[in-house]
């Protein structure tokens, strides 16, 4: 159907597949007009008393919304809204607002002021960690001052209607808030294929595009009304006329009937028409992402990233925290395997209780096993979890980062010394975990044959891979079109460390996004991967395409693509592939 001329299409990145159209609501609207009366002596305990129902009205907001991201998201992410009722106790908050409402101010200028100036201090601190609270004193002061003059909120975690959520980027933190019943898509100027948001966005199911950069900027983030997200296509479509929406009523359906297709695969195994058979496991975060696993039936989980059970709080989890959480995925996935990534913080993903100084490149910096490796203290509290947790479950141990066998004689040995504490304290734990390494950067593709002496199992992490092999920041829109999975020099690498795992005997799987992407699976059929990890709700258009193909032509169709010279001339090679299997 054609499209009318006044409905403008921004093209992004394809995020989170499916497809959601709505009101649109702008995060970043946050501005409203103060008051300016002035507050007469008369009147001062009037104000003061609106001030301290505001923050009534706040802590109860902020209880109910940390219950609902604790039942809905998981507990991790629910503990930033307990350091911001905190906040609502401070006194350096509390009693300045009073002070100044005592000398004429009225109430809600004087909560801007004082939150405005506490922020400006904090910003202004050597600590990091102080550092970092001043966005959650604006957040904070932000709730207050609603509350306080009965303005509806912004905050995603209150959405009473269903938007569709346009923002400059989401960080972890808002990511974690966004309500699968609420949220009916989302759309951003920054980020990638493989930035956290758009991991989540997946993982819940939620229709996304990002990176759409200057353009959304421009044209859609202040102004737009309405908006139409295709996910799988990575378009915007700002204030659809009403052609584009019958069109996009009739995608939706059809998405919705292949939808329904795929799920009935639920019971089928992932394996070809010639009989070779591939394992597919999921990504998971926390022990509140199973849901979507169970509702595939994935072979496993592949990859637990272990880091968001250490964010969104003040301090270390404990070793008993952790092995809940741990204890939790591996009885319910009881012999289905659960690899278990050790801490891979750094990068993008930060921690601010740690107060890790500013890097000129976090991503080449001081992050994941190097961090553990330095912070034993930290590694061995986590070791001592996995390995409590291994006597419930199919654990697999899985150290992030490597890029060097010192770095994994190095960790094997921490592990030694954990597993000996343990058989101190009379821990049961699984005599036989098996420990593997990721494989995602050049340093260890390259040295493949070396590592995998020292190890059980490979995990090709492909958005570090890439990023690190044709050195474009995965967090960088300005260079998302560099970022390219299917780069021959990329390819070349997988096929390196397939050969290098299998000729010492041991598997060779992969847990980056591009195990998760259609058009690369016969691909990476073709080239033998044992497993692929992915997040859940990729499970069963992948299993469809394994049911589909013959290992035979797979192994074909993967010596032709590593044949050809340019990305381009591969993606277009792989299309065609998927094209002729008629998916549906
Ligand atoms: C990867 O780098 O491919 C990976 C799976 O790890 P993360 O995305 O958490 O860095
Ligand atoms: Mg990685």
């Known amino acids: 159907m054609a499209r009318e001329k006044q409905a403008l299409v921004l093209k992004g990145t394809a995020a989170s597949p499916g497809i959601a159209g709505g009101p649109v609501y702008h995060l970043e609207a946050r501005e409203f007009p103060l008051p300016t009366y002035q507050v007469s002596p008369e009147r001062v305990p009037e104000e003061i008393a609106a001030f301290h129902r505001a923050l009534r009205e706040t802590e109860g907001k902020l209880e109910t919304i940390k219950k609902r991201v ?9 503990a930033i809204f307990a350091a911001h009722q905190l906040v609502l106790q401070d006194p350096a908050l509390v009693d300045e607002v009073e002070k100044r409402i005592r000398q004429g101010t009225n109430g809600a200028r004087a909560i801007a002021a004082v939150v405005s100036e506490l922020e400006e201090m904090l910003a202004q601190l050597e600590d990091e960690y102080l550092r970092e609270r001043a966005a ?5 002061g932000d709730r207050i001052l609603r509350n306080f003059l009965g303005v509806a909120g912004p905050a995603l975690a209150d959405l009473e209607e269903l938007v569709v959520v346009f923002a400059r980027d989401l960080s972890p933190s808002e990511t974690a808030q966004l309500r699968p019943d609420r949220v009916l898509a989302f759309a951003t100027v920054t980020g990638g294929r493989t930035s956290h948001a758009a991991i989540i966005a997946r993982s819940l199911e939620i229709p996304a595009v990002v990176g759409l950069g200057e353009a959304m900027e421009r044209q859609g983030l202040s102004r737009a009304k309405e908006a139409i997200v295709d996910g799988t296509r990575g ?8 052609a584009d929406w019958a069109e996009y009523r009739e995608r939706k359906e059809k998405y919705r009937g292949f939808h329904r297709r795929l799920v009935s695969l639920r019971e089928l195994p992932a394996q070809t028409p010639d009989g070779h058979r591939v394992e597919l496991l999921a990504n998971i975060g926390s022990p509140a992402d199973l849901k979507g696993v169970e509702k595939v039936n994935a072979d496993g989980i592949g990859l637990f990233r272990t880091e968001f059970l250490y964010m969104d709080r003040n301090s270390l989890p404990t070793e008993e925290e952790q092995f809940l959480a741990y204890r939790e995925v591996a009885e319910k996935l009881a012999s289905r395997p659960v690899v278990i990534r050790t801490l891979d913080i750094g990068g993008d993903k930060e921690l601010p209780y740690l107060g890790l100084a500013q890097e000129g490149n976090p991503f080449l910096g001081w992050r994941a096993i190097r961090y553990c490796l330095d912070r034993t203290d930290v590694f061995k509290v986590q070791l001592a979890a996995i390995l409590r947790a291994s006597a419930y479950g199919t654990i ?13 004689r190095q960790a094997r040995a921490v592990l030694a010394e954990v597993r000996a504490e343990l058989d101190r304290r009379g821990e049961a734990y699984d005599d036989r975990l098996q420990v593997g390494v990721m494989i995602e950067t050049p340093g260890a ?10 190890v059980d199992f490979f995990s090709i992490g492909t958005n570090d891979l890439v990023q690190y092999s044709l050195a474009v920041d995965r967090e960088n829109e300005r260079v998302s079109h560099l970022f390219e999975t299917f780069h021959p020099g990329v390819l070349r690498l997988i096929k390196g460390i397939i050969a290098a795992g299998h000729a010492a005997g041991i598997p060779v799987a992969m847990c980056g996004e591009m195990a998760g992407e259609v058009r690369a699976i016969p691909l990476l059929l073709g080239l033998g991967l044992d497993e692929l990890s992915m997040s859940a709700p990729a499970v069963p258009l992948v299993k469809q395409v394994i049911r589909s193909l013959s290992w035979r032509d797979a192994r074909q169709m993967a010596n032709h693509a590593l044949g050809l010279n340019t990305a381009g001339e591969i993606r277009a090679y792989m299309d065609r592939c998927l094209e002729n299997l008629n998916l549906g």
């Open 445 to 454: 593709a390259l040295t493949a044959d070396i590592l995998a002496r020292e």
């Open 396 to 408: 697999r141990l899985m150290f992030p980062m490597i890029a060097s066998v010192e770095e994994v």
């Open 70 to 78: 604790a039942r809905e998201v998981g507990a991790d992410k629910a």
């Open 136 to 140: 959650d004193i604006r957040d904070v």
């Open 235 to 242: 378009e915007v479509i700002l204030d659809p006329t009403p």
